[in-house]
């Protein structure tokens, strides 16, 4: 058995790696991947002895590697290393016999060469074993150091083999067979670790699956487990489609095209030195056409409101700057979706309009079906947009930001016709102008600091999921400067995508992508025993969310509360 204890290197101040913990068996299959400079070579190093752990250690059948000595070590432990130096002009046999030195004192045995031609058989060289070593391809001379390595260990079935990128640089079929002779060693009880940059070799010929990022193990399991369109972006940042083979039932990943204009790097072809906003768009969108107006604001560098102008699949109308007339006309479009977000969070209502009190150019207050706020200072500008989704009014602040939208029905559509509208709207000729009504500050996406809040974030989870338990109502107001958005009632349908966190309710949807949420602060309330109240702040250190449960009983054991959440469709 290999087990390696909270293993941890270090070179002149930088870690390598850092407190991995993993043990296989034998006859097991681990597979290594991570993106270049994730610590695979590192890890290989270490698991081999040719590195020393700073923290932490190797064992190899119950003995750590530097309680053996380097020749018992070498019968029980076989490296194949990424890079293979050799100046001298050695023949092929020569070198694959190297791999039995450990087994014999002064000349090979009869069982040491029968080894030898063995192997050479079955890695492909046997035709080239009077060659020197330095007149082989690459491909070659790695299958003749695939051969050296087999033959090192070739009698040991309890031994640790070990392959860093043992493919890299042979064609297909090689690959395929030096891949199905590990799996096939392992399979008689050998172990095999091995490192491979395709997923699709892991997926097919590894028991396991180790990912490395950063130097750190982020994932640990087989192949169906790890291999996901989420983990496959965490891990090597591409978009991917992963399928389960009907044949095999094992994954199959599929990588999404990626679509480079050369304009955007070389400048030299063009004497326009930058590309257009508009042809920025336009590639990102036929790269992938399901982004949000946030989240191609945030990769083009503009505005939201920018966004819905240039995009053009859109026809928009853009709305005056008074918008005292909306107290009068959006009452009138009966149950409509509405929608108010902040960076990070889209909190969604489906209702009615009734106006609850208003304050000229300052403020309007909305009750009945949902709690509404607008705050009129904060907005700037509307538009009506109109795409193949429907028509909807959407309105921004000064930095063009989204604060609050609506979708309108079919019958809501011909809303635009009435007096009002037209008076809400701007005339073609008072549609100039736009593109300077906001400020110039440029679009920028900080880093939250997750160890600051990961254990609110987990908080926050558990009392949406006891109060879905215990059918408790919450409070979840949205606060975006422009609008304040409110939502009171139990919740039920609790979707937990680890980056994105979903409530979805007939009548009532929240998403908040944790990734641009700043903070998170819990607040006791007198009146109970625990945390009631949990406000996030996004990465500007604003305010945007409150949540407030009506009670919460944190005597309860978390197994049971969480099991009952099952029952209720708790995701």
Known sequence: MLRVEKLS?????????????FQMRKGEVLAILGANGAGKSTLMGVLCGDKKPTEGAVLLNGKTLDQYDMKELSRCRAM??????????????????????????????????????????????????????????????????LARVLAQ????????????????????????????????LARRGFMVVLIVHDVNFAAIYADRIIML?????????TPIEVLNTKDIYTIFSVESVVELSSKTLKPYVKLEELVLDALVFNSLLTSESNMTTERTLDLLIDKSPYLSAEELACQVGISEFEIWRLDKRNNTKVFRTDFDLLTEILPTL????????????????????????????????????????????????????????????????????????????????????????????????????????????????????KDQYYQSMSQFRKILALCAAKKTPVSIKLLNGGCEQSYTGVVFNLIDQGSRYIIKEPTFELEIVWQNIGRIVSREDDHFKGPVVIELFNNYDDLILTLQASYIIIQENWDEVLGKCNKNSVV
């Open 213 to 221: 990022k950063n130097g750190r193990k982020l994932l640990d399991g």
């Open 9 to 21: 290197y270090e070179i002149k101040g930088r870690r390598l790696l850092k407190d991995i913990s």
């Open 334 to 449: 009966g149950k409509v979706r509405i929608c108010s977000g902040a960076k990070g969070v889209k909190h969604t209502l489906v209702g009615g309009y009734t106006l609850h009190s208003y304050e000229s150019g300052k403020k309007a207050v909305f009750a009945g079906d949902f709690d509404l706020a607008f705050l009129f200072n904060h907005w700037h500008i509307g538009l009506l947009i109109e795409n193949e989704s429907g028509r909807a009014l959407r309105f921004f602040n000064k930095n063009g930001m989204e604060l609050h939208a609506i979708s309108l029905s079919d019958e809501q559509n011909d809303a635009d016709r009435s007096e009002g509208m037209k008076d809400l709207i701007l005339t073609e000729n008072g549609d100039n102008g736009w593109e300077h009504c906001f400020s110039d500050r440029t679009i920028e996406v900080s880093k939250p600091k």
């Open 153 to 184: 260990i070739w009698d040991n079935k309890d031994s640790l083999l070990l392959l860093d990128e043992p493919i890299s640089a042979l064609d297909l079929r090689y690959q395929q067979k030096v891949l199905a002779i590990a799996k096939a």
């Open 80 to 145: 194949l290393s990424q890079q293979q130096q050799m100046t001298l002009a050695f023949k092929v046999s020569e070198i694959v016999m190297m791999g039995r030195y450990p087994h014999f004192k002064s000349s090979p045995s009869a069982n040491d060469i029968l080894i030898v031609e063995e192997v050479m058989n079955l890695c492909g060289v046997k035709s080239l074993e009077d060659r020197t070593f330095l007149s082989l391809s690459g491909g070659e001379q790695q299958r003749v150091q």
